[in-house]
């Protein structure tokens, strides 16, 4: 089993919609969350932490749900400029190292 | 304010060769990690360097090696390249000083490896 999996996708959605990603990890140790976008051939970028409690910023909804160990990210009203990958992390208590899903392709269309 | 800057952009080589990448962090990062990433896949984790050591490593072959200098920059070196090196090359810069302990990376644009 991976450490971190996504739906690979792709996600294609009118503009305006609502779309959710949902990212399971398989460490219970896990610590840290974070999502990040990555547009083609290009590098990732930081989308936003995801704490405890879900966070919100603008149209973009994290939760993270640790009994389940999963994470979703939820964007509302797409844009055409949300088409990306939006890859899932996971950093373990007492190591340094960042896990990265395969990402899971956005594609809004018009 | 600069971000992560790597070097080169693009490089072509034939297998057997070594490579070496370098990267900049961001202002104010003093910790390193560089990461491949394949076509279709998620970056993988190779190694990260703090105060100049390696402190923790991915699943890669001794053939990846790396460095960090006294002003955090760092290189990462490919020895005896294979045809399945060829990826995109990606350093990350954090810090664990400053308010945020949430410890999040900020990438370079990458450097894109072909193997012959």
């Known amino acids: 089993r991976k450490e971190v999996e996504q739906d690979p996708g792709p996600f294609n959605v009118p503009e305006g919609a609502t779309v959710a990603f949902n990212c399971t990890y398989s460490n219970s140790a896990s610590q840290s969350f974070f999502w990040y976008r990555q547009d083609c051939r290009k590098e990732p970028k930081l989308l936003m932490s995801v704490y405890s409690s879900g966070n919100e910023d603008g149209r973009f909804t994290a939760q993270l749900n640790r009994a389940s160990q999963y994470i979703s990210l939820l964007i509302r009203d797409s844009k055409l400029s949300d088409s990306a990958t939006y890859l899932c992390v996971v950093k373990t208590s007492g190591t340094y190292k960042y896990i990265f899903g395969t990402g899971t392709r956005l594609k809004v269309l018009a | 304010d600069a971000g992560v800057t790597q070097s080169p952009t693009?490089?072509?080589?034939?297998?057997?060769?070594?490579?070496?990448?370098?990267?900049?962090?961001?202002?104010?990062?003093?910790?390193?990690?560089?990461?491949?990433?394949?076509?279709?896949?998620?970056p993988q984790f190779i190694f990260q360097y703090y105060e100049e050591e390696e402190r923790q490593r991915g699943n890669f072959p001794d053939r990846f090696s790396g460095h960090q200098f006294p002003n955090y920059s760092s290189e990462l070196n490919v020895n005896a390249l294979l045809l399945g090196d060829s990826a995109l090359y990606l350093c990350a810069s954090s810090t664990l000083r400053g308010q945020s302990s949430y410890n999040e990376q900020f990438f370079g644009p990458g450097t894109r490896l072909t193997v012959l």
Not at chain 2, 27 to 39: E, I, K, P, R
Request: proline share 3%; with cysteine.
């Open chain 2, 10 to 42: 693009h490089l072509i080589k034939t297998r057997g060769q070594q490579v070496t990448l370098r990267c900049s962090p961001k202002s104010g990062h003093d910790t390193v990690s560089w990461y491949q990433q394949a076509l279709g896949q998620g």
